[in-house]
């Protein structure tokens, strides 16, 4: 059986990347915590991610400074990349879907549920869109 | 004109009763001379006869030279009258006469002197005020403390006050130069609305805001037509006022709205997602179960005294915060207060020190407020301190209080920003704390409180070396 895509959480609340942590787990995927954009940074250059779930706001590196370093590097161009924001924080969401081509943009508070409903779907549409490449 | 008039004179008045008698006894000769003629006596009276009409007519004759003579002058005054200018002084005489026509035109005279004084002291009166009021009207002008201008046709600034001149960090007179020119170079840039203002008849109001920060100042600049403007001389009227206070603080408000916006919607999110978790999944062990409960509970916990510290900022924006004393059981305050930032001094590894004497005095306090006080700072200690820094708290007991001292190994505060940190809405410009969630009320509340309970609250602080903060809460009721 294939390993399913592992998943990157970066989040400096730590209460909300558990929990989002566990039920990603109990849908089988792989999960890796970053508690800020700099660490994610430094996960992403060590290993392999299939998806990123990055909070906008965040110390030191942001959600969107974290996306548009990974658009520069051409390892990580195509890896989809899912923002979450609370809605006080009012996001271009044009802007960040055109210039850094994010794949989706939903907002706290959320269901865990949707979100893990929204991971399976950008990882299938990314794997369809890799088939038809090739 | 003659200061003469008035009454005619006694003697000339004697001479005219003497007239009129004589002219009686004339005429009563006349009436004597008919009679003794149709009584055939005239013959022997005939010198009587001829000498009275002779008598008759000199008296007549004199009478009506005295009327002649009478009009003739004022003819030739109103002669003379008709060819002077007429800023010329009237040459116009009383007439010494009692004749009614005289005592007319005398009359006339009067009126005219009278009112001719009534003009000229209305005219210096008018001139006084005018005066006055110019220069009453200058003093307000100057006084106002938003600055005004005139400008002409051409946007030159014809007249302009003091507080003008500071505004746009002018010395000297602005006049003769260009308003707009001056705008630009206060500003340092030519966003100007050029387009409205090309308009003459157009009112137009704008902010200016000096090169790109609102720190650096916000000018409200409105332009009016002048009313009642005919020359091109003064147009246009002119207002500036600095509005940069009012602009820093609606920003500041903008940013606690977001930031409490934040604040709110992070632990709600936290409760609904492992609310959600326990009620989807199945076959979660029991401790797990525990520890999403405890979590949830945490978060209520958190959005509660959230929702507290913003109806105290309420409250005390409003003037009205008050306290509900008890005598208070320090230690225990001390230990509620630790356990509530634990969790945040444990997620960063934090190393927390406690110097706290036995049997601590109690104190008659408001424990809700002086414990959120308290949180605030041992909060504000873990929030600025690095991943495995330091932070501290002694208590010390002296007569008549007891002294709070919060110490961390933090980023520390600029000294030119220490004088603001209890301000309200007040967040450092150090990139190191605009990281960090923080509504800027937190330090302003806890100072706050402490001038309530009559004690004070300080700060020692330096930059990347740490801070101190030292709450002092007097014993007795302050």
């Known amino acids: ?134 | 004109m003659s200061s003469h008039i008035g009454e005619v004179p006694l003697t000339r008045r004697l001479v005219d009763h003497f007239l009129m008698f004589g002219l009686a006894c004339v005429l009563a000769c006349i009436v004597l001379s008919l009679l003794l003629g149709w009584n055939g006596l005239l013959a022997a009276q005939a010198p009587m006869t001829a000498i009275a009409p002779l008598l008759l007519l000199l008296v007549g004759g004199w009478m009506l030279r005295r009327t002649v003579r009478l009009n003739s002058e004022i003819e030739n005054q109103l002669r003379r009258m008709a060819v002077i200018s007429s800023s010329a002084e009237l040459p116009l005489q009383p007439l010494a006469d009692n004749e009614p026509a005289a005592i007319g035109w005398n009359a006339i005279l009067q009126r005219v002197a009278t009112a001719d004084s009534l003009a000229a002291v209305e005219a210096r009166l008018s001139r006084s005020l005018a005066g006055l009021d110019q220069h009453r009207l200058e003093r307000l002008i100057q006084s106002l403390p938003d600055g005004l201008a005139l400008t002409d046709a051409a946007g030159c600034i014809t007249h302009s006050n003091r507080s003008l001149d500071a505004l746009l960090d002018v010395e000297g007179s602005m006049a003769g130069q260009s308003m707009r020119d001056r705008l630009v170079q206060w500003a340092g840039h030519e966003e100007i609305p050029d387009d409205k203002l090309a308009e003459p008849l157009r009112t137009t109001v704008f902010e200016l805001c000096r090169g790109t920060s609102v720190a650096a100042g916000v000018l409200r600049v409105a332009r009016y037509p002048l009313a009642g403007s005919q020359s091109g001389n003064d147009v246009h009227v002119w207002l500036l006022r600095d509005v940069t206070q009012q602009r820093l603080a609606e920003e500041a408000r903008n940013q606690f709205v977001f930031t409490a916006t934040h604040e709110l919607r992070t632990p709600l999110a936290n409760i609904k997602a492992y609310a959600e978790t326990l009620v989807l999944h199945e076959g979660i062990d029991v401790e797990q179960q525990k520890s999403f409960c405890n979590t949830i509970n945490a978060e209520a916990t958190r959005l509660s005294r959230f929702v507290d510290e913003m109806l105290n900022i309420n409250q005390m924006e409003a003037g009205s915060l008050s306290l509900a004393r008890h005598e208070t059981d320090i230690e225990r305050l001390l230990q509620e207060a630790f356990e509530h930032v634990q969790p945040q001094m444990h997620q960063k590894n934090l190393e927390f020190q406690q110097a706290i004497p036995p049997k601590l005095s109690k104190l008659f306090v408001d424990k809700d407020k002086v414990s959120a006080a308290l949180v605030n700072l041992l909060g504000n200690a873990a929030k600025y301190t690095p991943d495995g820094g330091r932070v501290r708290l002694e208590v010390v007991e002296e007569p008549g209080e007891l002294l709070f001292h919060v110490e961390d190994s933090g980023i520390g505060i600029a000294a030119e920003e220490l004088s603001q940190v209890f301000n309200k809405f007040f967040r450092s410009s150090d990139d190191r704390v605009r990281d960090v969630s923080g509504n800027g009320l937190g330090l302003s509340f806890t100072q706050e409180v402490v001038r309530l309970h009559g004690g004070q609250l300080t700060v020692h602080s330096e930059l990347d070396k740490g801070s101190r903060f030292t709450m002092v809460l007097p014993k007795k009721q302050g």
């Open chain 1, 1 to 134: 059986m294939p390993d399913l895509p592992s998943i990157l959480i970066a989040e400096d609340n730590r209460v909300m990347a558990d929990v989002l942590r566990f039920n990603l787990a109990r849908s089988g995927f792989p999960v890796t915590v970053a508690s800020n954009g700099l660490m994610a940074v430094e996960l992403l250059q060590e290993g392999a991610f299939d998806l990123v779930i990055s909070d906008y706001q965040m110390p030191g590196m942001n959600g969107e400074e974290l996306c548009r370093w990974m658009r520069s590097d051409p390892r990580y161009r195509t890896v989809p990349v899912l923002m979450c924001s609370a809605k006080g924080y009012e996001l271009d969401v044009s802007r960040l879907q055109e210039e850094l081509d994010i794949s989706r943009i939903f907002y706290k508070p959320f269901s865990p549920r949707d979100v893990v409903e929204l991971v399976r779907l950008t990882l299938e549409q990314q794997s369809s869109f890799v088939t038809d490449e090739v």
